[in-house]
């Protein structure tokens, strides 16, 4: 059973920064690929970061040089750092795992950036 728990998404003002985690059991963080998604209301949902299975990251044109996708093998946790947040950075974010065929989502965590 896999279940993956999003957390860290708050009101931040616009420059700040921001960790989110996504807290993986019943399946293997640093063997699989994860992906950070994104949607803000009225909006499609967006893919920000991902990390394969390898350790190759990708990250869409919007957020280079400011987030940073990360794995910690210890704990079972995908992050994404978030430096430098824009308003139009403003969504809920929720990340993805491919496991043994099947995609698996977290439940989101909202993210405001806001002066």
């Known amino acids: 059973q896999v279940r993956l728990v999003n957390s860290g998404g708050s009101l931040v003002q616009p420059g700040g920064s921001l960790r989110l985690s996504c807290a993986a059991s019943g399946s293997i963080v640093s063997i699989s690929n994860m992906d950070w998604y994104r949607q803000a209301p009225g909006k499609e949902r967006e893919l920000v970061a991902s990390?394969?299975?390898?350790?190759?990251?990708n990250y869409t044109d919007s957020v280079k040089g400011r987030f940073a996708i990360s794995r910690d093998r210890a704990r079972n946790t995908l992050y994404l750092q978030m430096n430098d947040l824009k308003p139009e950075d403003t969504a809920v974010y929720s990340c993805?795992?491919?496991?043994?065929?099947?995609?698996?989502w977290g439940q989101g965590t909202q993210v405001t950036v806001s002066s």
């Open positions: 990390v394969s299975s390898d350790g190759q990251t």
């Open positions: 993805k795992q491919r496991w043994r065929g099947y995609d698996f």
